[in-house]
């Protein structure tokens, strides 16, 4: 455990950093058999995703070409706004290209649903969804995911990635915030 959090008791230990490893040995083989002989970009959704992005691509045995897109909804308050907006976009064209969404959590689903939609119109070969945790609890908008990591309980979820006020994104475990 990461020496911070003992200075908190407000957290509980969701998701150990051994069961995100199982999990993400798990899921690069499936994109290792279903992109064979395929150079996919996978898009990492910023902030959150990065340590997903880093730590899944380097379990990929097939080429690989990364992008980075920044959108915000939640600020620094644990409730979505329910706006998305763009921070940064695309740096490459990706026409004809096997896409893979790589996101930390879906959570209402408003964010993957306003990529895929927007990717959808620059006409990609394929488009998938990737996404280490999912808390269907709080779904708006239904949203496919092709690669799920973990369902997560109604619970607002820090660390590996995800903030809370962006803080606790370097612990290498998920964690709940308990009396939400
Ligand atoms: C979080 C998360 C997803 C999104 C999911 O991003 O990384 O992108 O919210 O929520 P939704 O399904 O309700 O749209 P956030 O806006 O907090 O930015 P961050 O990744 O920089 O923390």
């Excluded at 092709?146 to 370097?170: A, Q, S, W």
Aim: proline share 3%.
């Amino acid at each position: 455990m990461n020496g911070i959090m003992n200075y908190y008791n407000d957290f509980k230990l969701l998701i150990t950093q051994k069961e995100i490893k199982r999990k993400i040995n798990q899921l690069a083989k499936r994109i290792n058999a279903d992109y064979r002989g395929k150079t996919p970009i996978l898009i990492s959704v910023l902030k959150g995703s990065f340590m997903f992005l880093a730590d899944l691509i380097r379990e990929l045995t097939i080429d690989v070409e990364i992008e980075f897109i920044e959108l915000s909804s939640y600020g620094d308050s644990t409730e979505s706004s329910g706006e998305v907006s763009v921070i940064k976009w695309l740096s490459k064209e990706i026409r004809q290209r096997d896409i893979i969404l790589v996101e930390d959590i879906v959570d209402t689903g408003l964010t993957v649903s306003t990529l895929l939609e927007r990717l959808e119109k620059h006409n990609p070969q394929s488009l998938k969804v990737c996404t280490l945790t999912s808390k269907p609890a709080r779904r708006e908008i239904e949203v496919p995911i092709h690669y799920l990591g973990f369902e997560v309980p109604n619970k607002f979820i820090i660390g590996y990635g995800i903030d809370y006020g962006e803080k606790y994104r370097n612990l290498s475990e998920i964690y709940y915030l308990k009396n939400e």
